[in-house]
């Protein structure tokens, strides 16, 4: 007889191999075994029992080749993003319908409005904290993300003091509450990009979305140095 508590203990590594895929992905085997402590056998039979189960999905990594086999990365496939999906999208996607029925798009808007202004009131005092640098309020944006349930987290991009390069942090964003939902109303998703521009004081730009079919929500978020000089 199995016993249960080692059955739920498993169940809850596979999750936390799964949330950890989600929101670093795509991620390699060493980094899970980084994240979520566990040795590399371990770490590589969740990963599998995942990808059995269509919930993962390899891709070959970026970068220079080596020999052997190549190396992989892991990302979320559909069905896992459903997996970490909300129980009520069903519910919130007919209110949403029933909504632009009643009161035409403009209603839909309003309540992508309504919505992210209560995500932006409750995270604005944490990043106004932290000051005014960009990077420093997307740290305190993606910490705050995460405890909402995006598992954010935040990458430098471009090459600092590199002619007419763009430098700046890429926001990704592993989970999002409203994914599917968001699929068939991108008001969500144009209403959170407004308020991150709002939230961080910059202009940022919405490079890839769950929503849209990727594997993680991406955005773009200007440092100083990606001020031009005036000719």
Known sequence: MVN????????????RVLRVVSQEGPVNITAL???????????????????????????????????????KVWV???????????????????????????????????FAEERVAGLEERIAEHLDAVGDDPGDRTDALVRALTVEGYAASARPVGT?????????????????????????FPELCEAETEAFS??????????????HGDHVCTTFVPTPTTERPSR
């Open 4 to 15: 249960t508590d080692v059955r739920t203990d498993e169940s809850r590594t596979r999750d």
């Open 33 to 71: 075994v980084d994240r979520v402590g566990l040795t590399e056998t371990a770490v590589r039979r969740h990963v599998e029992n995942l990808h059995a189960d269509g919930l993962v999905e390899a891709r070959e990594a970026g970068g220079p080749r080596r020999r052997g086999r190549p190396a």
């Open 76 to 110: 979320l496939t559909a069905a896992g993003h459903r997996a970490l999906a909300s129980d009520y999208d069903d519910l919130a996607g007919e209110a949403l319908r029933f909504l632009r029925r009643t009161g035409g798009e403009s209603a839909v808007q309003a």
């Open 160 to 184: 600092p003091g590199a002619p007419n390069a763009l430098t700046g942090v890429q926001l990704c964003q592993g989970h999002c509450p409203v994914q599917h939902v968001a699929s068939e």
């Open 198 to 211: 709002r939230l961080l004081g910059v202009h940022v730009q919405r490079l890839a979305t769950l929503a």
